[in-house]
């Protein structure tokens, strides 16, 4: 069992920024990719960004291309989300998810992650 937890949310305007961090429980993070969605109300769970389990690849949504780095920190058991340029749409409750299975890729589909945090609201006013 691996027990996620997300932090760094909050309301910010437009144009402003964010870090979202998760923490992990088990000393075994290191051998697991991790991957950042969201979800906005009324909308599927959308993926926004992953890391593969050395850090070395990353994987990115489209809609966030060139605004967000996700990075991790294995001694610290802790991935982040640095959100820059931040706008309306990207209000959202955002998940942070474990991929125990294949760490080495970086993986788009909710589905093929194993283990999910609580989340964290991020709303970005105009």
């Known amino acids: 069992q691996v027990q996620l937890v997300e932090s760094g949310g909050g309301v910010v305007q437009a144009g402003g920024s964010l870090r979202l961090s998760c923490a992990a429980s088990r000393r075994t993070f290191s051998n697991y990719a991790m991957g950042w969605f969201r979800q906005a109300p009324g909308k599927e769970r959308e993926f926004v960004a992953a890391i593969n389990r050395s850090g070395e690849s990353t994987n990115y949504a489209d809609s966030v291309k060139g605004r967000f780095t996700i990075s991790r920190d294995n001694a610290k058991n802790t991935v982040y989300l640095q959100m820059n340029s931040l706008k309306p749409e990207d209000t959202a409750v955002y998940y942070c998810?474990?991929?125990?299975?294949?760490?080495?890729?970086?993986?788009?589909?909710?589905?093929?992650?194993?283990?999910w945090g609580q989340g964290t609201q991020v709303t970005v006013s105009s």
């Open positions: 998810a474990a991929d125990v299975y294949l760490g080495r890729a970086t993986r788009r589909i909710p589905d093929e992650y194993d283990y």
